[in-house]
């Protein structure tokens, strides 16, 4: 007779928690399978850098940060990535243009 495979019961993060508040032993809910996810090896350390910026690129940095109710950190960061994004796309249909 063939088996039957298991379908793995989903726990809910409530239920989880519920049970750590009781006091049980909640490690069979985390496996650090995660570890072995491909990206996994590219994370990188976070390194800090200084930015200087002028007053008007500083009061436009607020401003971009009130509308989007995020911090400045997160804007930079929004900003440079969307920069270095389009960079490499130019790069990318440059060396694709040359090639034709």
Excluded at 14 to 30: L, P, Q
Excluded at 61 to 66: C, I, P, S
């Amino acid at each position: 007779m063939p088996t039957k495979k298991r379908t793995p019961k989903i726990v809910t993060a409530d239920a989880i928690a519920n049970e750590a508040w009781r006091g049980k032993d909640i490690s069979r809910h985390f496996t650090n399978k995660f570890t072995k996810h491909p990206g996994y090896a590219r994370i990188q350390r976070i390194q800090r850098v200084n930015v200087d910026f002028t007053g008007d690129m500083l009061t436009e940095l607020d401003e971009a940060t009130a509308k989007l109710n995020v911090s400045r950190q997160a804007v930079i960061k929004l900003l440079l990535r969307q920069a270095l994004d389009q960079h490499y796309l130019a790069n990318r249909l440059r060396k694709t243009a040359a090639v034709r």
